[in-house]
């Protein structure tokens, strides 16, 4: 989400699954479709089959994804940047980018600061003492018309500051970092530089394999930079495409189940922000060309605004800043890994849990058992018991030392309510439920509105330090206690209060105070003339139901922003309006018609593109342009390659700032000890993933699934295990710096020796799903238990894809 908005201003899958089929070369990383996303998959097959487009699987592993793709490349587990590195390099030495759409379409010409510096693996305006970047100090040269002066010449110009960063990364660097061999990553540059073609387009296809790493943002933001330079964002068959790990994975993240977050990608107040101007100059984005229309930023208030008249109702008026006051401004951070470095530090009393499981799936499980052993109470929200409802039955836990009081409240299932689910695509889908609750089980919604209630009435009898934001929010229910998913859907599209009627769209939004949006990005979805995601208009009628004949099927479901289909889509036509290829129109400008046509336009829906204030084709940032360099990460405005925290070798490109500086070390911070191991003693990489057999460690109650997966294991390359002596079947011990599992091995060939570095190198694979609760409760090793407890310097994700290990026959 970081790394996509930072550079497009939306945090989102760009295009949509059908449309994958529009391309003509496919980059999968940090991925596996075929197994992971298999329905989804079908529209690469598409694309190769209907179109010969091809198919380049980067990847550790050799997996079904691999078997059907023109090429596998076996890569080092988070050396990504490298690679992608390496193909934008390719791409610049050889004057291979797409000229005319770099020059429209992106910052490239943008002219830098001249405090703008890179040495020895550090940008400018790193604090030593707090271990951060001042990301200000990556800025433009600002003319004294207030813009940034533009020169693409410039020596400082955003172009050419690129060229030369990332003229380090040669074939020979790819393959001293990656261990793609030369001969194999020239190949696919070849492919690669093909794309900058106007009648060609390329897609970039990515999942957890390059999101869960400590330069997770970074890796993903490096493909998104070789996007723009080729001219593939915005067009049908193009995009940077996330695959979501669940099926409502972006409408939780849409609905800020991120801490850092308001509803629609607002961000969280800061502490200092006395008011909404404050609030709004330090989060809205600014104008900086003078053709950009800024949309994200002009409308911020409103969108503001709008949410907290949704939550607040008649008492958040002018007079009083509309509530702002009501919303919390943290001083630090509440990410998962935060969550529980506070409950290890004895700093949070109590945890409510729901549809998650965290000894399983966060990092470090044996300090997550602590961290639970440490709380006064537990409250779990699932449909089944799980390893943190009973995580004192870990076979390494005295029960008897165990003080947390753990509630278990039995919540349904998804398949036991209605509801929408908003997919990778950003589709909102309404469903139905398939079953009726059993026995107690209550809805989770249901389960947090009774227990506010609750709150609410101690409020009423107690009084408290600050009551008003719980004795002033709206519950606009029938049953304050049971709200029904439809009600809350209306609630979140938005109404205008002097009519009383829904809206249409989130361009009638008002800061007035006259309009309300639980989250402004689904405005439109449930307007007065219904649900607009139970819409079923598909291939029963394709010459009706998709007149552009480019699967945009715009009467299928909903989906955000204002039903389009691919983001950015002003970028698949030139700066008149023509579309880059004819035979894949995105939008065209129809001079006739005065209006924009094909999907919806991403873009002022009647804007002359002859004139010459048109406004710039990225509408979400401050730019109105792609964004090549970027302050809005944490890590560098250029992404650059470093060593995961654990690493078999020094950094070939500047060995003495190995790992990024700015990763988020909890142990460290917080007095414990880092437990990091080194090579000598762990000389394996090792990444983690999941099985198609298996859905993260819900399946470990299904009797069916457990039959077909009933033992945890570990994929062993085969030359590893001919010199440790191990054979499939045997059991084996894998340790880290943390932890250790004792399972069986399975030695494979779908994962091979790497030179990295002159270094012969192995790399082992963990699959997730297994604990000490379910059908199989004797297979109670964590696959956690071995990963380290650290974070990405800007989402905090943790790195569960690359760590040391060690591996012993037992």
Known sequence: MVSLAATFGRGAMTNHWRDIRHADLMLINGANPAEAHPVGFQWMMRAKIERGGKMIHTDPRFTRTSAVSDKHLRIRTGTDVAYFGGLINYVLQNNLEHKEYVRFATNASFVIKESYNFTDGMFNG?????????????????????????????????????????????????????????ADFLEVAKLVGEMGRPDKVMTIIYAVGLTHHTTGVQLIRSGALLQLLLGNMGRPGGGMNAERGHANIQGNTDHAISWDILPGYLRIPAPGQKNIDDYIARSAAKKLHANSLNFFGANYRKFLVSLLKSWYGDAATAANDFAFAHLPKPASDASWLSIFDAALRGKMEGLMLSGMTATSIGPDSNQVLQALSNLKWLCVMDAYS????????????????????????????????????TNSGRWAQWKEAVLPPEGEARHDHWILAEVFDRVRALYKEQGGKYPEPVLQLVMPYKDVRRPELDEIAKEINGKDLITGQRLTGFALLKDDGTTTAGDWIYTGHYPESGNLTKRRDGIQDPAKNDPTGMGYYPNWAWSWPANRRVLYNRASADSLGRPWDPKRVGIQWDAVTGRWTGDVPDYPATADPAKPDSPLPFIMTGEG?????????????????????????????????????????????????NRFGTSADYPYVATSYRLTEHEHYVTQHVDQLVALQPEAFVEVPAELAKEKGIATGDRVRVSSKRGKLEVRAVVTARLGPLTIDGKKVYQIGIPIHWGFVGINTSQHWLANALTPFVGDASSRTPEFKAFLVNIEKM
């Open 625 to 673: 342009t792609g964004r090549l360099f970027s302050n809005g990460v944490a890590d560098g405005p250029f992404p650059e390659h470093y060593e995961p925290i654990e690493s078999p070798i020094d950094n070939p490109l500047h060995p003495k700032v190995s790992a990024t500086p700015v990763a988020f070390k909890y142990d460290e911070r917080a007095g414990r000890p």
């Open 386 to 421: 799980t390893t943190s409802s009973e995580f004192w039955r870990e076979p390494s836990i005295d029960p008897s030392k165990v003080q947390t009081e753990v509630i278990l409240l039995p919540a349904t299932h998804w398949i036991e309510k209605d509801g929408s689910f």
């Open 126 to 182: 790193f604090d030593e003492a707090k271990k951060v970047y001042d990301t200000t100090a990556w800025a433009y040269e600002i003319g004294p018309d207030g813009f940034a002066v533009q020169d693409i010449d410039h020596p400082r110009s955003v172009l050419n500051l690129m060229r030369a960063h990332y003229s380090r990364y040669t074939p020979e660097m790819v393959e001293r970092i990656t261990g793609i061999q030369r």
